[in-house]
């Protein structure tokens, strides 16, 4: 099929297109009509499209100098190609940028294709296509950077970090964008493997309780060691490589034992220009799909300076306009953090869902509760001792009767939250006021020598049911 197509294709510019493919393969002119290269030369030369099928584009290449302003480049070779889309390639044209950094090709109007200018000196350079089927001349220009092996230029000119629960976890997903210093491109030396060669790449430290963690990209170029991340990309000015992709990605856990508050700390192994700390308060947790998550942080005085040794931001916001989330999810956002390398960055949340106090002392009841065998007859005296009035035995009834009512409702409450029937926030309020009823409970059966497990049977009383 390709075959095909491309046959189809050649027999359809085959008396357009030829001129394109001929230089130096012209055959020979006719005495009457002047030859195809003088008159593009002169088109050229007049600097004007009198013949509306053909068109010079010019290719410019520059490099930056130190002040980061664009000088052309003689003598650089360049190569034009001549595609239909998506990648048919159907010539590729050569020429040398002169004195003023440019490279003129003299193309045929081809409607429906496209010209891809490319140079290969220190670096392997592509443009943006232009249109073959538009009037006038066309225009692209390359901009090619030197290039450097010391990572002490790099920077994050953006960070991302973004906070969402898990069980006893939070889960951590932070994007890096790197910038550099100076008009140049770092391109890491890996041809030498050993101990110094994390000297040799971007370092990106993560907090020291990180675990789990997982390059999402790029995976090939990145190493992790303990809660060190290893970066052996290629760096570009900001906007010199014509993308604002990130440049690393990463995820990992920090373990906050369903703790409503967590503290956040980052330790930064270099300059930072633009952070934000992101937490959406919204999951897709059944138990907790709405959150009221807090964030505290350094603010930035108005002169943009913050405590020494801490990453300082310029605000608190649900804005999420320079966030990159789905829409319509709510988030609270510390944005516009900056901070230099050897700085911490250090955001105080509060408000994770987390379990009522009572969860872990309900194991340890249901434990008692089931452990019983051997200990009846032991507190059945003690109760038969100490209860012997009506009185004391009805007290002791009551104790027991209010204890199993509360055990209940506690239960009750446990399913309710299971079931997404109630709010994190009211089960938390009513198990924390059941304990509380449970403790006064539990101290007057002690008070009276009555292990608080003990069942109404055991300890010689009825109606405690």
Same mark, same amino acid.
């Given at each position: ?6 046959? =189809?294709?050649? &027999? ?5 297109? %030829? ?26 030369e007049a600097g004007r ?57 003299? =193309? %045929?109007?081809?409607?429906? &294709? ?6 290969d000196g220190e670096q392997?350079?592509?443009? *943006? ?31 991302? #970090?973004v906070l969402q629960p ?5 889960? +951590? ?11 140049? +491109?770092?391109?890491?030396?890996? $041809? ?28 090939? #170029? ?18 010199? *490589? ?16 369903? !703790? ?21 308060? #919204? ?13 505290? +942080? ?21 804005? =999420? ?12 956002? !510390? ?15 509060? $408000? ?43 007290? %002791? &009834? ?46 007057? %059966? ?20």
């Amino acid at each position: 099929m390709i075959r095909i197509r491309t046959l =189809v294709l050649a &027999a359809a510019l085959v008396g357009f297109a %030829l001129p394109v493919f001929a230089q130096g393969e012209d055959p020979a002119p006719d005495p009457a009509v002047p030859a195809a290269d003088a008159v593009g030369d002169a088109l050229v030369e007049a600097g004007r499209d009198v013949d509306p099928r053909w068109r010079t584009i010019h290719v410019r290449v520059v490099r930056p100098d130190e002040t980061f302003a664009d000088q052309p480049l003689a003598d650089q070779r360049v190569r034009l190609h001549l595609v239909v889309p998506p990648h048919e390639v159907f010539d590729t044209r050569e020429a040398t940028t002169g004195l003023d950094g440019v490279a003129r090709f003299r =193309v %045929l109007r081809t409607a429906g &294709a496209e010209a891809w200018a490319e140079v290969d000196g220190e670096q392997r350079l592509f443009s *943006d296509p232009i249109d073959l089927g538009a009037a006038g001349d066309g225009d692209i220009e390359l901009r090619l950077w030197g290039t450097t092996a010391d990572p002490s230029g790099v920077y994050i000119s953006r960070a991302v #970090t973004v906070l969402q629960p898990a069980e006893e976890y939070l889960i +951590v997903q932070q994007v890096f964008t790197f910038g550099i210093d100076g008009p140049v +491109v770092f391109r890491p030396d890996i $041809g030498e493997p050993g101990p110094g060669m994390r000297d040799r790449l971007v370092h990106v430290a993560l907090p020291d309780d990180a675990v789990g963690v997982r390059v999402i990209r790029p995976e090939d #170029t990145t190493r992790v060691i303990e809660t060190d991340l290893f970066f052996g990309g290629e760096v570009a000015p900001a906007g010199g *490589d014509g993308s604002q992709q990130p440049h690393l990605i990463v995820q990992y856990s920090v373990r906050h034992e369903n !703790a409503p508050s967590y503290l956040l700390e980052q330790p930064l192994s270099m300059d930072v220009e633009l952070a934000s700390v992101v937490v959406p308060q #919204t999951t897709e947790y059944a138990r907790h799909p709405v959150l009221d998550v807090h964030l505290d +942080v350094p603010v930035c005085s108005d002169e943009g300076a913050g405590p020494a040794g801490v990453m300082c931001f310029t605000e608190i916001t649900d804005d =999420v306009d320079d966030v990159s989330l789905a829409a319509g999810v709510d988030v609270r956002v !510390a944005r516009g953090g900056r901070a230099a390398a050897g700085d911490v960055m250090r955001v105080t949340t509060d $408000g994770w869902p987390s379990p009522a106090p009572w969860r872990s002392w309900a194991g340890w009841a249901l434990v008692l509760l089931g452990a019983l065998a051997g200990t009846g007859l032991v507190v059945a005296e003690i109760a038969r001792r100490r209860g012997g009035s009506d009185g004391a035995r009805l007290r %002791l &009834a009551a104790l027991l009767a209010e204890r199993e009512r509360l055990l209940g409702e506690m239960a009750s409450w446990s399913e309710r939250l299971s079931r997404g029937e109630v709010l994190e926030r009211e089960y938390e309020l009513q198990s924390t006021r059941i304990h509380e009823e449970l403790g006064a409970i539990f101290r007057e %059966l002690r008070n009276l020598g009555i292990e608080p497990d003990a069942s109404a049977e055991e300890v010689g009383v009825s109606g405690a049911a």
